[in-house]
């Protein structure tokens, strides 16, 4: 993120603050921003799965569902996966989803993962194949973990879920009809419910369900809340009545599972393990009496301390068992011994696995990579890289040209994509794993693309908490300065912030410990700036170059001491040199003017909840101004009591240095069932008084400093918004976000956001504005050639290239609208309208290749339109409309060529018209960014554009002639229809086969195939105005493949000697005008209807080329 430019501006601060105060509104109506779009960047690399079923005897079809990402389906057995709960954005969290067995259109979805997720809000059905979904109850219930719906009856509809101290819907339920009403057939006491229920599909008579005990690595801490056993309840009436069945003594989480084939008697129960040996007991007589399995197999337990855990039993064979952990453990022999089935090193963290209870062979397994179809019993599994479900951190952007977007995802390491692909849409070409882990911030080096700094852990980190990157070598080294010798002097927080300041100084980058230190030589070494920011305000400061303490044993039964404070998160202002904010762990906020020399405590906040974390801290426009967020509880371990409001929005302002903090959350929702607080806070670097919220839920903006707020959702789904970044590089102005369940998403240009901030009454008093638009980079659009990528490529769509226009309309526009674009001579480079084109019709190719009428016109929507010019000049006219050209193709994008070529750097007018008024503003295109713009490219680049407009002039007189031709050809065939003469006739023949010659044969239809440019065996031989159309056609093509280059030798000869074609088959147009004169003279002689001859108003000019440079000095460059 490039801020030299607001840096620059510092001292105009303050006139710029109070213009923009004094037109801010308190709220601005959403129609000033509603065509604004999010756009999914990827990656597709897959997340966390929480839920998964599929549609009994159906190879292809399987759902699957998220903690924090929705509902999603495929019906290719993976090979494309999709979103169907999108429309839903009261919920995203999803624990449990069932397709009823004997009508696979219903399906069944419990709101609340029970590891991670948000809260839920119960139970959501869907009648049509997840096309849409209604609630159908449980709103009591806040985590859903199983579900099961009878084989033959899909009323008949059993659920487990958890309950909290707020609400009591816990334990297992039944509905009868479809789950319009429900019975609580099971709450067990001193449980906040149930999690895993189980039947054997071929008995549903017989069901178990689960309850979660403490310890064991789940649930609260020891010390707590007493210690409690799982429990396991069971039912021989299909969950009419619950019985209490004696299992061993597990702590913490239990899975359970019913065997078919075995009419009830054959249960298996797995849990932590109990003795140094296995978790897995079998049970061959109902659970009466049971047998320890797997010996002393410890990987055969839950994984993690509970996170994985999970037994489930092939369809066809109860011997046949497998086990969740960290790997997938499968046995042949009914549990005595396990081999490895499907897992690697690292973070899979095997969770949920649906068996086909008619063939044991198809399976759908959900790990914390995504989720993996085999229909081969495991031999082959599909790729979990075509799910856009990433859980990421803290995201970072680089200043490359298309620019990266990184982060650190959960159980998967780091990651970077670009935010445009090179090859017309964001696929697997463009995202790479970056060697960091799981946590922490990824920051790039502002002054060397190729270095990441990243946080490191293991052998490749060193444990260490801070790596070198350099992304050209792929090497990486340990750099913390708490490392080895130093370990015991410096605190990391987890999240681990580290930053460079970008405005003033971008080689020196900061990194949080309990104090802020500084490397100013690529992290050779590391100089503190401050004493240590986490003590308490009003206690002697704290040297930072002393070991910390050890921390105290806990004693047996007691809660463990929190870990020692630690920098949570820092801000380096972009407006001053030398302020810096910080807030530490434990809540101390300090401020310094003078780089570090002196620090200040101004931990002022005097309405801050109990148990309240400060997350994050941003400086403001001004010196004096930051904010700072944070959320009650949830991060680090503290225990909110029941009858404290968590679930609220958390932000304040300073305006005076810290000396004051007032809240500001008007607009902000509480108490969402998704979660209300604040993850993320960003100031827009350019726009005083923009800032932007990331919420549990989705994302908010607020125009007037953050005195009022209102949701930027837009068309994003419900997810956990975990970070925001503004870019604001080489012309782009985007707002980036991370969320925890869908990726990386972005708004691209939002300039009018800031144009509303600085401009409100302007925007909302006219009946039509149209804002400024962002410079326009010209580059290639698509630069895959001869072969399209397939559309089952999973991949993300690229901004839309060139110009992104915005207007904004108070009214239905009485007629058409008309956009006009014209070079800086004032020439007319394209004309748009909101008047719809024709369908392409006749397409050889499927149509998801193709373009909507709708996406080709401009919006009259009310409210603000996005309408895109892709930098191109108006199609010229051809004779050969096709997509076999179009190798480059991009799904819904497409339109048959040839198109116009695209325009030259520079300042271009836009003349907006509506109802009659036009609106003008001009925009800037600059060149790609990686080529540069320097005198001599530009000077190629125009001598580049004169001939391919001279290419375009071609095509535009070849087709007039053509037309002509056809005109008096068709004059010519009406004649021939009636008896003529014979001396009529035969010279209507010769007079036809002439104008054939010269008009040439026009291809029919727009599938493409045949040669552009004819083969002709006589290269003097006169070529026909449709043989030259085709040629000009193809070289307008040909040189928009060297977008950046200057016409070669050759690309001018050929002009040339199509131009010297042209100018010949012209003379012969006209010299057959006067043969066909003298036929008119025959047709009168015989008192026959003449035809209609127009001379031709064909011109061609000199057929030399002359470039720029050869003007001045009087030479030309190529001449015949």
């Given at each position: 993120m490039n801020l030299n430019l607001r840096a620059a501006c510092a001292p105009l601060f303050f006139s710029c603050v109070l213009s923009s105060v004094q037109t801010a509104p308190a709220q601005v109506n959403p129609n000033l921003y509603a065509g604004l779009q999010w756009r999914s960047v990827g990656p597709f690399h897959g997340g966390r799965i929480s839920s998964v079923s599929g549609v009994v005897g159906d190879s292809g079809t399987f759902y699957m569902g998220t903690p924090l990402g929705g509902i999603w389906k495929t019906t290719s057995a993976g090979v494309t996966w999709f979103p169907i709960f999108d429309q839903e954005t009261s919920i995203d969290s999803i624990g449990a989803i069932q397709v009823a067995p004997s009508a696979p259109s219903i399906i069944y979805a419990g709101a609340g993962d029970p590891i991670g997720g948000s809260l839920g809000n119960g139970m959501w059905k869907s009648t049509d194949a997840g096309s849409t979904w209604q609630h159908i109850g449980l709103e009591d219930t806040v985590k859903i973990d199983s579900i099961l719906v009878d084989p033959s009856d899909p009323s008949l509809v059993i659920v487990s879920a958890l309950g909290d101290d707020h609400h009591k819907g816990g334990g297992v339920w039944r509905s009868t009809d479809g789950g319009q009403n429900w019975i609580n057939v099971l709450k067990p006491a001193d449980y906040d419910g149930t999690r895993d229920l189980q039947f054997a599909y071929d008995d549903p008579s017989v069901m178990l369900a689960a309850t979660q005990g403490t310890g064991g690595g789940f649930g609260p801490p020891s010390g707590q809340t007493k210690r409690k056993p799982a429990t396991v309840y069971k039912s021989i009436d299909e969950g009419k009545t619950w019985t209490q069945i004696k299992i061993p003594p597990f702590p913490g989480r239990v899975a359970v599972a019913v065997a078919m084939h075995t009419g009830g008697k054959r249960i298996y129960i797995v849990g932590n393990n109990i003795e140094n040996g296995s978790g897995l007991y079998r049970s061959d007589d109902g659970g009466e009496n049971w047998q320890h399995m797997a010996g002393k197999d410890i990987r055969i337990s839950n994984g993690q301390g509970a996170y994985s855990s999970g037994v489930f039993v092939d369809s066809q064979n109860p011997d046949v068992v497998y086990t969740m952990s960290t790997a997938m453990y499968r046995s042949t022999d009914g549990g005595a011994t396990f081999e490895p089935f499907k897992g690697a090193p690292g973070g899979e963290d095997y969770h949920k696995l649906w068996i086909d209870p008619t063939n044991g062979s198809r399976m759908l397994v959900g790990s914390d990579q995504g989720a993996s179809v085999t229909l081969d019993n495991g031999k082959t599994w599909s790729l979990w890289y075509t799910q856009a479900i990433s859980q990421v951190y803290h995201i970072a952007t680089d200043n490359q040209y298309p620019y990266h977007i990184m982060a650190a995802q959960q159980d998967t390491g780091a990651v970077e994509i670009l935010s445009r692909g090179n090859f017309g849409q964001i696929n697997f070409n463009d995202w790479s794993p970056v060697p960091s882990s799981e946590f922490g911030v990824i920051t790039p080096d502002p002054e060397n693309p190729n270095i990441i700094y990243g946080v490191g852990y293991g052998p490749g980190g060193g444990g260490s908490g801070l790596v070198k990157i350099n992304m050209s070598?792929?090497?990486?080294?340990?750099?913390?300065?708490?490392?080895?010798?130093?370990?015991?002097?410096?605190?990391?927080?987890?999240?681990?912030?580290?930053?460079?300041?970008?405005?003033?100084?971008?080689?020196?980058?900061?990194?949080?410990?309990?104090?802020?230190?500084?490397?100013?030589?690529?992290?050779?070494?590391?100089?503190?700036?401050?004493?240590?920011?986490?003590?308490?305000?009003?206690?002697?400061?704290?040297d930072c170059s002393k070991p910390h303490p050890p921390l105290p044993t806990p004693e047996p039964g007691k809660t463990p001491p929190p870990p020692p404070a630690s920098i949570a998160d820092f801000s380096i202002s972009t407006?001053?040199?030398?302020?810096?904010?910080?807030?530490?762990?434990?809540?101390?906020?300090?401020?310094?003017?003078?780089?570090?020399?002196?620090?200040?405590?101004?931990?002022?906040?005097?309405?801050?909840?109990?148990?309240?974390?400060?997350?994050?801290?941003?400086?403001?426009?001004?010196?004096?101004?930051?904010?700072?967020?944070?959320?009650?509880?949830?991060?680090?371990?503290?225990?909110?009591?029941?009858?404290?409001?968590?679930?609220?929005?958390?932000?304040?302002?300073?305006?005076?240095?810290?000396?004051?903090?007032?809240?500001?959350?008007?607009?902000?929702?509480?108490?969402?069932?998704?979660?209300?607080?604040?993850?993320?806070?960003?100031?827009?670097?350019?726009?005083?008084?923009?800032?932007?919220?990331?919420?549990?839920?989705?994302?908010y903006v607020s125009f007037d400093d953050g005195d009022h707020w209102q949701s930027l959702r837009q068309n994003l789904p419900s997810t956990s918004i975990r970070d925001l970044d503004v870019h604001t590089d080489h012309h782009q102005n985007d707002l980036i976000i991370g969320t925890y369940g869908r990726g990386f998403w972005a708004l691209d240009d939002i300039d009018p956001l800031r144009e509303i901030a600085a401009k409100a009454q302007a925007v909302t008093s006219a009946p039509v504005y149209f804002f400024p638009p962002e410079d326009a980079i010209r580059a290639r659009m698509n630069s895959n050639w001869d072969q399209p990528f397939s559309i089952e490529v999973p991949h993300a769509h690229n901004v839309q290239y060139g110009a992104i226009l915005d207007y904004y309309l108070d009214h239905q526009p009485k007629g058409p609208l008309q956009l006009q674009i014209f070079d800086a001579d004032?020439?007319?480079?394209?004309?748009?309208?909101?008047?719809?084109?024709?369908?392409?019709?006749?397409?050889?190719?499927?149509?998801?290749?193709?373009?909507?009428?709708?996406?080709?016109?401009?919006?009259?929507?009310?409210?603000?339109?996005?309408?895109?010019?892709?930098?191109?000049?108006?199609?010229?006219?051809?004779?050969?409309?096709?997509?076999?050209?179009?190798?480059?193709?991009?799904?819904?994008?497409?339109?048959?060529?040839?198109?116009?070529?695209?325009?030259?750097?520079?300042?271009?007018?836009?003349?907006?018209?509506?109802?009659?008024?036009?609106?003008?503003?001009?925009?800037?295109?600059?060149?790609?960014?990686?080529?540069?713009?320097?005198?001599?490219?530009?000077?190629?680049?125009?001598?580049?554009?004169?001939?391919?407009?001279?290419?375009?002039?071609?095509?535009?007189?070849?087709?007039?002639?053509?037309?002509?031709?056809?005109?008096?050809?068709d004059q010519l065939a009406g004649l021939t229809q009636s008896n003529l003469p014979a001396d009529v006739a035969s010279q209507a023949k010769t007079l036809d086969a002439s104008l054939t010659k010269i008009g040439g044969i026009v291809p029919t239809g727009i599938g493409g195939g045949g040669p552009a440019r004819p083969s002709t065996p006589d290269p003097k031989a006169l070529k026909s105005f449709a043989d030259l159309n085709n040629a000009y056609n193809t070289m307008v093509s040909m040189m928009q493949v060297g977008l950046d280059m200057a016409p070669t030798p050759t690309q001018i000869a050929t002009w040339e000697s199509d131009c010297n074609d042209l100018n010949h088959t012209v003379d012969a147009w006209r010299n057959l005008q006067q043969q066909a004169s003298s036929f008119n003279a025959l047709l009168a002689r015989n008192q026959l209807h003449e035809l209609t001859l127009t001379p031709t108003k064909l011109t061609v000019g000199a057929c030399s080329f002359v470039s720029e440079g050869s003007k001045k000095s009087g030479k030309q460059k190529t001449q015949r």
């Open positions: 070598t792929m090497q990486w080294e340990n750099v913390a300065p708490n490392f080895g010798a130093e370990s015991s002097k410096y605190i990391a927080f987890r999240d681990f912030q580290k930053k460079f300041d970008l405005a003033f100084e971008p080689g020196a980058l900061y990194v949080a410990y309990q104090c802020l230190m500084v490397t100013r030589d690529g992290a050779h070494s590391f100089n503190a700036v401050s004493p240590d920011l986490t003590t308490a305000k009003g206690a002697p400061a704290a407006v001053k040199p030398g302020i810096m904010w910080s807030v530490s762990t434990n809540d101390q906020i300090n401020i310094t003017t003078n780089h570090g020399k002196l620090w200040n405590n101004v931990s002022n906040i005097t309405d801050m909840p109990p148990n309240t974390n400060l997350l994050t801290i941003e400086a403001g426009d001004d010196a004096n101004t930051a904010y700072v967020a944070g959320r009650i509880g949830g991060v680090r371990g503290q225990t909110v009591p029941p009858e404290e409001d968590a679930d609220v929005p958390l932000i304040w302002r300073t305006t005076d240095g810290g000396k004051t903090w007032a809240s500001i959350v008007s607009g902000l929702p509480k108490d969402e069932r998704t979660g209300s607080w604040v993850n993320s806070l960003r100031v827009d670097p350019q726009q005083a008084g923009l800032l932007f919220a990331g919420t549990e839920t989705t994302v004032g020439k007319l480079v394209r004309t748009m309208s909101s008047t719809l084109p024709p369908p392409i019709e006749g397409a050889m190719f499927p149509h998801y290749w193709l373009a909507t009428p709708e996406s080709r016109a401009l919006g009259t929507h009310l409210g603000l339109n996005r309408v895109n010019w892709n930098l191109y000049y108006d199609d010229p006219p051809a004779l050969r409309h096709d997509l076999e050209d179009e190798m480059n193709m991009v799904p819904g994008s497409t339109t048959p060529g040839p198109h116009g070529p695209q325009v030259i750097p520079g300042v271009y007018t836009l003349k907006l018209t509506v109802d009659g008024q036009v609106y003008t503003r001009t925009i800037t295109v600059v060149n790609d960014p990686r080529a540069g713009q320097s005198p001599e490219l530009m000077a190629a680049l125009r001598a580049q554009n004169k001939l391919t407009l001279l290419y375009v002039q071609g095509m535009e007189q070849s087709f007039a002639g053509n037309q002509e031709v056809k005109a008096v050809k």
